[in-house]
């Protein structure tokens, strides 16, 4: 049942998982970053997923409250994690330098396993869109996978924050006119 599963698979999913396999290498890797850029991916996360529950299960406040109960308490549990080792801000060119890390690529395909298992899922049986464990479980699952996502955002808000402030440069010295200098 499986391989009829993936042979019905349409290919830009597969497409998909590449880009998301290639995205998740980039995470790999040390790179410096301005502020800015460091929500961009959580912000894209949550909106990716929340998109997802409404279109699987419908705009029920029960599926709504588990994907933002799921996204909170895995956010606010990376609140209790220290930021990573080799995070850092730096303040003269006020961009975070953020060490690689093999998480985005896990949760990327902890994503992209979710939502593949719900559509074939979905496909033999469409009647589990309306079971409410299965619809709160995975509106939940969704929410947690991007928390994780937002709650390191924060992390590294927090660290920024934190830095001692940029001390203002110095204003040059102003030059007098030649019939102001003494002798």
């Known amino acids: 049942m499986l391989l009829q599963i993936i042979a019905h698979t349409p290919t830009w999913v597969f497409g998909l998982l ?19 850029r460091v ?8 909106v990716l ?31 209790a994690c220290p930021t990573p080792r080799k995070a850092r801000w730096e303040p003269a060119s006020r961009t975070l330098t953020v060490p690689g890390s093999w998480v985005p690529m896990a949760l990327f395909l902890g994503i ?22 299965f619809a709160l479980g995975f509106a939940g699952l969704y929410g947690a996978l ?10 590294l808000y ?12 110095t204003a040059a010295p102003r030059l007098q006119p030649a019939s102001a200098i003494s002798a």
């Not at 929500?39 to 949550?46: D, R, T, Y």
């Not at 994780?148 to 992390?155: E, I, S, T």
């Open 112 to 133: 992209f396993a979710t939502r593949y298992a719900v559509g074939a899922s979905l496909a033999l049986a469409p009647a589990l869109a309306g079971q409410a464990t």
């Open 146 to 155: 991007s928390g994780v996502f937002a709650g390191r955002a924060v992390q």
């Open 158 to 169: 927090k660290l920024a924050g934190s830095a001692a402030p940029v001390p203002a440069t």
């Open 49 to 79: 997923s929340g998109a997802a529950v409404l279109t699987t299960f419908g705009h029920g406040g029960p599926v709504i409250a588990a994907w933002l109960a799921g996204a909170m308490a895995t956010a606010g549990l990376l609140q």
């Open 18 to 36: 590449a880009m998301l396999v290639l995205l998740g290498a980039l995470q790999l890797r040390d790179r410096r970053l301005p502020l800015r």
């Open 39 to 46: 929500v961009i991916l959580p912000a894209v996360m949550l």
